[in-house]
């Protein structure tokens, strides 16, 4: 049954409390949960950290909104630091990280697969293929650092092969920007999408900047510097997906639906039920916070939520595989590139190309996916496997000698 925005209030601000043991909880297993209930903890904690990020930017700029958004901000900060605590001490970095790029594929295919707007449903596929290269990359540092099959982690759901190639997605910045959708007649479904999105986005650009520097082997911290690069590269893109006309307390309001959004849709999927009482806990949160800014809205600005928001929740983005629709958008789009706003075939861009031209520049001295995937395919086992089948090799042929 469908969500109604506007009947459903949720928990009222003033009753939302917590304690450093509820906060503090027994995370989920790395190996025994299913793979989508990782990505669903780093959604939500990149939801969590863009509202709290929008909250104190918009507090620089309004005396007016101040207490109002330091309120629903300290509510907010302690629902990011349960959803983060709800990672297992013993996943690894590369573990994480192999994750993220999990949620960007499956994700932003499912926004991509459901957005109504043509030209922001390919922005995703297009950002999609490059996300899927990342996870062919860092699948292959995993390998390179623990010998490990990345299918450990993301339990199959996911295709490990090469996407667009990191080392051509370098562009220069002017062709990262995207043309905004117009607020006056863009569907509620393509706001919450680029909201999404974004947040998801910035939040896999901070972790790889946190996380890059504290290994020791030199070609993972040149691939998480590269990677990183590109991230910032998809934050730009998606971030200027979003109407800059949109007043201040209209992008908080939408902001709030989202997150309704897209814990409701966690809930819709998940299958640990330790973790299901979360994600329904903070869909009434957020129906609190959403209520809070619709009176904000009605009272400040003098304009019905309903012309911004819609009364009920959109289809819950899935979380589940989406491999055959990554396998033909890849068939199809992976030598599609970009020339400012517009999309466009690789055929099409001169030799004295502003993106091509930095493309040579930052990668004069080498690539770091390129050399991080020298040589690598998946298989069963990784390197320990074909070890094994190598000495194998030897002792047969020292037997039959």
């Known amino acids: 049954m469908a969500l109604d925005l506007f009947k459903e209030k949720g928990t009222p601000v ?9 906060m503090v909880r027994r995370p989920y297993s790395k190996m025994d949960d299913d793979a989508f209930t990782r990505t669903r903890v780093i959604l939500m904690n990149g939801i969590e950290a863009d509202a709290l990020r929008m909250k104190h930017i918009f507090a620089r700029r309004s005396l007016e909104l101040r207490p109002h958004l330091a309120l629903v901000r ?13 990672t297992p001490p013993d996943q690894k970095v590369i573990e994480t990280t192999l994750g993220f790029e999990q949620l960007a594929i499956e994700v932003t295919a499912s926004v991509a697969i459901h957005e109504p707007d043509p030209y922001l449903a390919q922005t995703y596929r297009f950002g999609m293929l490059e996300d899927f290269d990342h996870l062919y990359r860092y699948s292959a540092l995993y390998d390179r650092l623990e010998g490990q099959d990345p299918n450990n982690i993301t339990q199959s759901y996911t295709d490990i092969i090469p996407g667009r190639p990191t080392s051509v997605e370098h562009r220069h910045p002017l062709d990262d920007l995207r043309r905004p959708y117009d607020a006056k007649t863009a569907a509620p479904l393509s706001k919450l999408h680029a909201l999404t999105i974004t947040a998801s986005e910035f939040q896999t650009h901070d972790y790889y900047m946190t996380v890059g520097p504290t290994f020791t082997d030199p070609v993972a911290r040149q691939l998480y510097a590269e990677i990183a690069s590109i991230e910032e590269q998809h934050v730009t893109q998606y971030g200027s997906l ?8 209209e992008q908080w309001m939408l902001h709030e639906a ?5 814990y409701y849709s966690c809930l ?18 957020e129906l609190g916070h959403l209520h ?7 009272n400040l600005e003098r304009r019905d939520p309903a012309e911004v928001l819609p009364r009920e929740l959109p289809e819950p983005i899935a979380f589940k595989e989406h491999r055959e629709f990554v396998r033909k958008v890849l068939s199809q789009e992976v030598d599609m590139r970009s020339d400012g706003t ?21 990668n004069s001295e080498g690539s770091p996916s390129e ?29 039959l000698q």
Request: net charge negative; proline share 5%.
């Open 242 to 249: 979003i109407d800059p006309d949109e007043s201040m307390l």
């Open 14 to 22: 003033e009753r939302q409390s917590f304690t450093w043991k509820d």
């Open 268 to 285: 819709a999927y998940e299958s640990n039920p330790r973790i299901k009482e979360v994600w329904q806990r903070f869909v009434d949160y």
């Open 258 to 262: 989202m997150e309704v959004y897209n």
């Open 342 to 362: 517009e999309y466009v075939d690789k055929s099409q861009l001169p030799p004295d190309h502003r993106t091509l031209m930095y493309q040579a520049q930052m």
């Open 292 to 298: 809070y800014v619709m009176e904000l809205f009605k």
């Open 74 to 86: 300290r509510a907010e900060h302690h629902q990011q630091t349960l959803v983060n605590w709800l």
């Open 371 to 399: 050399t991080a995937a020298a040589g690598y395919k998946w298989r069963p086992g990784t390197e320990l496997a074909a070890k094994a089948e190598r000495m194998g090799s030897v002792l047969e042929g020292r037997r």
